[in-house]
């Protein structure tokens, strides 16, 4: 596999901060929070931050994020915690929950009438499984990426029970809109990377991690500098980007 360029121009960061903020918190507005390194303070721009985690749906306005794919646009949510000691601080139950009302209420409103596909897929550090049917997803056909991994909802009350319970695992949850005249054809991709770490060191120890090191590097690309588009940058290969590498290399909402 080649590596990825990215090809990204409409792109977010979004930043909520948990535990006791020893390290991090909260700026005067919501578009940048402090970091203490060494006693110094250092401010850090984003496109939203909150020091209560059960507004980041809200202060990211995610919603939008929501009605571009439901509305036939290619929408992807890309979610790490980091620099977290306690892994109960990483929390995304109630993301997920306003993810799920969110797409309710969009079909809802839009078009009740929309076919749904669907691939929810676990991460570990040696295999990929497949949370329908709780089987292992083979080599080739993660090469192949997600489209082949679908399958059809017929019913979304009952998917979005099985989504709300949640994973342990890091996690692509992949959502295809159809209109039944086949004029909206909308995707929503959500990325769970889990607690990623930062240094190459503890990378190394770690074949998932390895896997998550090419995108834990997009993020730092869409944190550091917001005024260039992302174009040109490559990320190594691995079998999260294989799944999602068309997310990556395409005009989505990111």
């Keep these: 596999m080649d590596n990825l360029e990215l090809k990204l121009q409409n792109t977010e ?100 009438d929309l076919s749904m596909t669907y691939a929810f897929l676990g991460i570990t550090d040696h295999k990929v499984i497949d949370f329908h049917n709780d089987r292992t997803v083979s080599p080739d056909k993660i090469q192949r990426g997600l489209s082949g991994l679908h399958h ?32 909206t054809s909308g995707h929503l991709c959500i990325v769970d990377m889990h607690v990623v770490s930062w240094s190459d060191d503890e990378l190394a120890q770690s074949v998932l991690q390895k896997s998550v090191n090419g995108l834990a590097s997009l993020v730092r690309l869409m944190g550091s500098n917001h005024d260039r588009v992302l174009t040109g940058c490559t990320i190594e290969p691995s079998a999260l980007l294989s799944l999602t590498g068309d997310l990556l290399a395409s005009n989505s909402k990111t």
């Excluded at 496109?47 to 290619?74: M, W």
């Excluded at 019913?155 to 086949?182: C, H, M, N, Y």
């Design 13 to 112: 960061a979004f930043v909520a901060l948990v535990g006791d903020h020893s390290m991090a918190r909260a700026g005067d507005t919501s578009k940048y929070f402090l970091r203490t390194t060494e006693g110094e303070d250092e401010r850090v721009f984003v496109d939203g931050c909150t020091s209560d985690p059960k507004q980041l749906f809200a202060v990211g306005g995610l919603h939008s994020y929501i009605e571009h794919a439901v509305k036939g646009g290619t929408s992807a949510l890309f979610v790490s915690g980091s620099g977290i000691t306690q892994l109960g601080d990483y929390d995304r139950s109630h993301l997920i929950r306003d993810i799920c009302t969110s797409i309710s209420t969009t079909m809802t409103t839009y078009d009740p």
């Design 152 to 183: 059809e909802v017929d019913d979304w009350a009952v998917l979005e029970e099985k989504i709300q319970r949640g994973a342990t695992l890091p996690f692509v949850l992949s959502l295809r809109f159809e209109s039944l005249t086949g004029s």
